[in-house]
């Protein structure tokens, strides 16, 4: 069984960029695509944007401007910068694999990044 | 693309909780469906508009058709209390949208 782990800092500078990793075990990130969606506290999800296994990636229109996803296949991790944060990007963010017609078949159990003025 | 879902449903136990999830021409489009519990991550229950994954019970099922896409949970139990997403993929904009989501309340 695939599963998705998220780590990085909990406590990010307004301003500065916001760095997060997702270690995949269980199975291999070839193959796939892989999301990275947030949640604001009390709010709906909000899709960031995927990377494929290759290094392609497709990022929401509304925030391309500001993310940046990488992977690295030999160490079955995929990464999330998100540069110049405010407080409006506080969030649970969570890792997510990509299924069937683009649903997202497997999560992690999320990461809440506070953003400090 | 903008998917609009109503904010909160509360059923009785034992009873059927229609959630619906509409957008323009959204029949067009495979919806997607979350259960997410209180302090848990998102849980696929229904994908391509009717389809289970494994484990999901034969209670819950899907239907699209027209500008709305519905999750139906048949027999309510107090498991079932959660947030539910609908989503899908805009093809116009290479992005994927979620719904605003419904808070299903069991009574």
């Known amino acids: 069984q695939v599963q998705l782990q998220e780590s990085g800092p909990g406590l990010v500078k307004a301003s500065e960029t916001l760095s997060l990793t997702c270690s995949v075990s269980?199975?291999?990130?070839?193959?796939?695509?892989w999301s990275w969606i947030r949640q604001p506290p009390g709010k709906a999800l909000e899709w960031i944007g995927y990377?494929?296994?290759?290094?392609?990636?497709t990022y929401s229109p509304s925030l391309k401007s500001r993310v940046t996803m990488s992977v690295d296949t030999s160490k079955n991790q995929f990464s999330l910068n998100l540069a110049s944060v405010t407080a409006a990007d506080t969030a649970v963010y969570y890792c997510?694999?990509?299924?069937?017609?683009?649903?997202?078949?497997?999560w992690g159990r999320g990461t809440l990044v506070t953003v400090t003025s | 693309y903008v998917l609009t879902q109503p904010p909160s449903l509360s059923v009785a136990p034992g009873l059927t909780a229609a959630i619906t999830c509409g957008g323009d021409?959204?029949?067009?489009?495979?919806v997607h469906w979350y259960q997410q519990r209180p302090g848990q991550a998102p849980l696929l229950v229904v994908f391509?508009?009717?389809d289970r994954p494994s484990g999901i019970p034969e209670r819950v099922s899907g239907s699209n058709s027209g500008n709305t896409a519905t999750l139906t949970i048949s027999r309510v139990e107090a498991g079932d209390e959660a947030d539910y997403y609908c989503?899908?993929?805009?093809?116009?904009?290479?992005?994927?949208?979620f719904g605003g989501g419904t808070t299903l309340t069991v009574l």
């Open positions: 997510a694999r990509d299924g069937y017609l683009s649903s997202v078949d497997r």
């Open positions: 269980g199975g291999s990130v070839r193959g796939y695509f």
């Open positions: 990377i494929y296994y290759t290094g392609s990636t």
């Open positions: 021409n959204i029949g067009s489009k495979s």
């Open positions: 391509d508009g009717s």
């Open positions: 989503q899908v993929w805009d093809s116009t904009n290479n992005h994927r949208v």
